[in-house]
């Protein structure tokens, strides 16, 4: 039990270290889905921790739940206390970097470093990926047109992976769930979802920042924004890559996580193709 909600996770890895995988809010996503092949490559060096979030995945939904970002944080924590992790470093993609970010605000002695990727948490200008994103109608046509949205690979935005997301995002009480989240007018949520700037400046957390250049969900305004709210934060900027970094980019980004929690040098910005 996390904060008293029932918490799926994945597991991999017993290095010293611990990292907790925070996923994103795409329609049928789960730990898996955002995390596979992050997972066995962290696990190599670290703990590695992925739990679904409470109204995804295969997390309990309780009926009185109250869906926001502070929920989800102190699911988080609580998965921690669970878990008996006292400090960990956190990897949050899009709506997880703004969860990460109101843990490490909040709780700053709970986070070692911070990895935000594609993250929410900042104010912004809904985008039209966004707002498709969270009024997915639970089709198989409206997920093709979310699955548009995310890479920017067309290689990777074929028919079966439409099937298999549409396929996972009506299980049982799963898009129940997701419409009760992000109902329209979704800036709300937005707003919502953003920890005060001068707050985000107080973070001492080694950070690494992390975005896609032709991300069409999270401005990569946001990350640039990022890196300058926090004094101790890197950013690296992949080019050819949509809001899926470490699908689209997924050996870039997995050494550079692992560097960056090992405590390599990591350059400011990094660009360019797949190695």
Not at 202 to 210: A, S
Not at 215 to 226: E, M, W
């Amino acid at each position: 039990m996390a904060n008293g909600i029932r918490t799926n996770y994945l597991e991999a890895g017993s290095g010293s270290g611990t990292v907790v995988l925070i996923h994103g809010s795409g329609p049928g996503v789960t730990a898996y889905s955002n995390w596979r092949l992050v997972l066995p490559a962290l696990g190599e060096d670290f703990h590695v921790l992925a739990p679904d979030m409470v109204g995804f995945g295969y997390s309990d939904r309780p009926d009185d739940v109250e869906y926001n970002v502070q929920t989800w944080a102190d699911q988080t924590v609580g998965f921690m206390d669970a878990m008996g992790i006292k400090k960990a470093h956190l990897v949050g993609n899009s709506f997880g970097g703004a969860i990460a970010l109101r843990i490490a605000t909040q709780h700053p002695g709970r986070v070692d470093q911070l990895v935000l990727m594609g993250s929410m948490g900042v104010d912004f200008p809904i985008t039209e990926g966004l707002d498709t994103v969270w009024g997915y109608e639970g089709t198989i046509d409206s997920m093709r047109n979310v699955l548009d949205f995310f890479a920017y690979s067309r290689d990777l935005v074929n028919e079966e992976l439409a099937q298999v997301r549409y396929e996972a995002s009506v299980e049982p009480g799963f898009q129940e769930a997701f419409s009760a989240m992000f109902p329209a007018p979704r800036q709300r949520w937005v707003d919502a979802m953003s920890t005060p700037e001068a707050e985000i400046s107080k973070l001492t957390h080694r950070t690494l920042v992390m975005h896609g250049r032709e991300d069409k969900v999270i401005p990569v305004s946001n990350s640039y924004k990022l890196e300058g709210l926090i004094d101790n934060a890197d950013l690296a900027v992949f080019s050819h890559c949509g809001h899926w970094s470490m699908i689209e980019r997924t050996a870039d980004f997995n050494r550079l996580v692992r560097d960056f929690f090992l405590g390599k040098p990591t350059k400011p910005v990094i660009t360019g193709s797949d190695e």
